[in-house]
C-alpha cells in the first residue's frame, strides 16, 4: 500500500467521519436488540407461503380467471345461436370458478 494512501496518525479511516463510531463500537451496540428481536420471534406463527393474487390465493384467482374465460364463450356461442344474454354466463361461471378455486385451496391446506 503506498505512503500517500495510509491514513495519518490524526486523520480518520477513509469512508468514516470524526463523530462515526468505529465498526466494532457500532456492530456491540446493536446485538442486544437484534437478540431481543430474535426472542420474540420464537413464539411468533410462521408466515402464511401461499402466492396471493389481489389478497386471494393464486389458485382461487386463477380459476375465476378461467370461469370468466369460459363465460365469455359461452356467452359467444349462446349469441351465435339467437340467445342473447349480456353477463349472466360469465357471472355464473365466474361464480364456479370462485367455488371450485375455493375447494382446490382448502384441499391443498388439508395436506399441509
Not at 355464473?92 to 375455493?102: D, E, N, P, S
Request: with cysteine; aromatic share 6%.
Amino acid at each position: 500500500m503506498n505512503e500517500e494512501l495510509k491514513p495519518q496518525a490524526g486523520e480518520p479511516a477513509e469512508g468514516t467521519t470524526p463523530d462515526m463510531p468505529e465498526p466494532a463500537e457500532a456492530a456491540e451496540g446493536t446485538l442486544p436488540a437484534a437478540e431481543g428481536q430474535a426472542e420474540g420471534m420464537e413464539g411468533a406463527p410462521a408466515p402464511d407461503d401461499t402466492p396471493r393474487i389481489f389478497g386471494m390465493p393464486a389458485v382461487v384467482f386463477r380459476s375465476i380467471a378461467v370461469g370468466f374465460a369460459g363465460g365469455l364463450i359461452l356467452t359467444g356461442l349462446l349469441g351465435v345461436l339467437g340467445v342473447h344474454f349480456r353477463y349472466l354466463p360469465i357471472i355464473v361461471c365466474a361464480a364456479a370458478g370462485w367455488l371450485i378455486g375455493k375447494q382446490l385451496d382448502k384441499r391443498r391446506n388439508a395436506q399441509k
